[in-house]
């Protein structure tokens, strides 16, 4: 079956403990992107990957890192978490046309 | 990219029709109209998207008005399931310079009565 996969989907951590969510597609799909989501601000990407070892910021990359060492794998780092990304983390694949996405299931995470 | 607007929810009866407006009057000639549904706190689906031709897939079908100033998005046998916020979004084409992401608005909230 054709998805988009996210580990783990809940996570409860906290403030400064390095954190890594993983993401994967059994696509093939070259572009891989991280969104966000807040109650009263809607989606908003964090990064995103043209192809393996491309990457660019989105609109709120700050406290966030990504890798694409691999087609299917692009996993979301937060280095040193704080409570302001207490968040649900989406990640998306899409081929072609960028603006078609595939969605995983999404990551709570809770940053006390 | 052109701004939407959707109404805030809407209701619809299981097995009928459902369908949800939206408007982009200020659409370029270039744009194209794409709808997602997202089911409490799953991720977004992907449903169709359409430039200036009516679209048809196996999920929906979508109606793009003559002057492109609106469109609608028709479930044409509404079930419980479908019950979702909607969103449609216009963006350009992509030009491979880079992809920025899909701006979600509000969207509609679609409620199936049984």
């Known amino acids: 079956e054709a998805q988009v996969t996210q580990n783990p989907r809940y996570l409860i951590t906290v403030t400064g403990k390095k954190l890594t969510v993983t993401c994967s597609q059994n696509m093939n799909h070259e572009y891989m992107s991280w969104y966000r989501q807040d109650p009263g601000l809607g989606l908003r990407q964090i990064y995103y990957s043209m192809n393996v070892e491309v990457t660019d910021k989105g609109d709120v990359p700050e406290g966030y890192k990504v890798s694409r060492k691999e087609k299917r794998n692009f996993p979301l780092i937060l280095e040193s978490p704080s409570p302001n990304q207490t968040s649900l983390y989406f990640c998306?694949?899409?081929?072609?046309?960028?603006?078609?996405?595939?969605f995983g299931p999404g990551t709570r995470l809770t940053v006390t | 990219d052109a701004k939407t607007t959707q109404p805030t929810s809407m209701d619809c009866a299981e097995g009928r029709a459902a369908n949800l407006p939206c408007n982009h009057s200020?659409?370029?000639?270039?744009?194209?109209v794409y709808w997602y549904r997202q089911i409490h706190s799953q991720g977004p689906q992907y449903i169709i998207h359409?430039?200036?031709n009516n679209e048809t897939n196996e999920m929906a079908s979508l109606i793009i008005t003559e002057d492109r100033k609106s469109s609608t998005l028709i479930l044409p046998h509404a079930t419980l399931r479908d019950t979702a916020v909607y969103y449609c979004i216009v963006r350009g084409p992509y030009s491979g310079g880079g992809a920025d992401g899909l701006t979600f608005g509000k969207g509609t909230h679609l409620i199936i009565q049984p």
């Open positions: 998306a694949s899409g081929q072609g046309d960028p603006y078609e996405q595939y």
């Open positions: 200020t659409i370029s000639g270039n744009e194209y």
């Open positions: 359409g430039l200036k």
